[in-house]
């Protein structure tokens, strides 16, 4: 009965993520797409509405060059303060050569963190002078200067350094690390990691420097690099096969359709365009990541498949492990024991959240309803404890997947903000509530579905990895 079961869901969740892809693939041939949102290539029509992939994808092929420069003759410098000074310079050419003179202002903005590890030990102070920063650049436009794509880069360039300033000066203030200006630099404007993540942290970007380095391009260095970038490269040519087939981005623009196509289809664009955007993510932290890694840098895994994460919680853990990495140790964890509230600790991590990420209003309701989501789960949790841990396991199952519902529900309607837009966002929970009973009861047996393998697919990880431990143990 049990296996029945456990096949059961399986199948009911494959179906509706296939017949949701199919759908999506499917009316792209009802709608007349404007030009702006769906372009000519040589392969047949491709959805270019995603501003973040349309401007990552050029930029780093200009950057490309500059990369493997960087990394050549990094392989061969002898000392780890020539090592620094080289990375700063790499970077800073690609800067001057794609953005200009005015990108040089991360310099100024890194040595101004720097000074304040100098000056004072507070870090009230640092993260009052982070937000002056996150103030500025949510105002700022470049755009007199640069066109639209470049002023877009410049500011996202600026919001990385400006994290990774924060994990310098922290980690300084608390004793983790010394205070040196050209490390400052040399992590801060890291080329492979510069205008797109994932963060590392200031010490452990450090750990480097006690790590041995072969020295030359040894095949302990190229192996891993090139099998690497074969992987994620191959991640790509399936993200761009996605858009020649599924116009999840363009159609999530077009809000005047989205009141007309099926309720199914709607939920659909939905699935595709969280799917889409943990690929793009996937393709931008994996490749970036691994010329760190190439170089000794350690850096967090890439965002794991959301068809497999049922929990705001995991959710957060494993998207973005070094966000949530930064949020729990300078924000979450020192909050937590200053004030003992976990409350007021979460909301000051998402008001970061969503301060950094701008602060436009559809970004508002996206950061809250995650807060709020966490919350919930917060209490659900507190709730299961309750609950007697001799019960059968796939009764706990049944249970922990019944109240996890509702919140994966609405971690997928609040992404609708943030992924399309604020009209999009309303039009997506306005249909729902306005939906059929049948429609809300289906979705939720298949959001239900999705909450009872999740946990199964996390059960297995946790039995995997302890094997794995066993196994160095023995």
Known sequence: MEKAENIGHWTLWVS??????HSVWRVKYDVDFPDFLVENSAFGQRDRADFEWETWL????????????????????????????????????F???????????????????HALTVITSRRAFSWATCLLALIYLNSVTYEPMLDESNSYLMGLVQSWVLMRNMSYCLDVQEKRAKASLIQALAHALYLPLLFSGPVVMYDEYLQEENTPRPAGLTKMRLMPLLIGMCRYLFWGFVLDLWLHLIYSAALSQMVWQLQYVPIGT????????????????????????TLARAEG??????????????LYSDMWRLFDPGLYTFLNRYINTPLREWCGSWLLASLCSFGFVYVWHGTAFYIFIWSA??????????????????????????????????????????????????????????????????????????????????????QQVKESEIRRKGYKKSLIKL
């Not at 800067?95 to 963190?113: H, K, M, R």
Request: hydrophobic share 55%.
């Open 95 to 113: 800067l001057l050569y794609v953005i200009g003179p005015v990108s040089l202002l991360v310099l100024v903005q890194t040595a101004l963190f």
């Open 369 to 454: 309803l995650n807060w709020l989501g966490i919350v919930l789960e917060r209490m659900a949790s507190a709730f299961l404890v309750t609950l007697d841990e001799e019960r059968e396991t796939q009764t706990r199952k049944r249970v922990r997947a019944l109240l996890s519902t509702p919140l994966l529900l609405l971690a997928a309607l609040s992404n609708g903000f943030f992924l399309a837009n604020y009209e999009a966002g309303i039009i997506f929970i306005s249909r729902f509530i306005s939906s059929s009973t049948y429609s809300k009861v289906l979705l939720g047996v298949i959001l239900y579905s999705c909450c009872f393998i999740s």
């Open 266 to 289: 709607m939920y659909a664009i939905v699935y595709c365009l969280g799917q889409f955007f943990m690929l793009k993510y996937a393709v931008i932290y994996g490749l970036a990541g």
């Open 16 to 21: 509706a993520v296939c017949y949701g892809l």
């Open 297 to 310: 840098i350690p850096t967090k895994e890439p965002p794991k498949c959301i068809a497999r994460i049922h």
């Open 58 to 93: 050029p930029n780093a092929l200009l950057a490309a060059p500059f990369c493997l420069a960087n990394f050549m003759v990094a392989s061969f410098l002898p000392s780890w303060k020539l090592l620094q000074i080289w990375r700063v310079v790499c970077s800073c050419a």
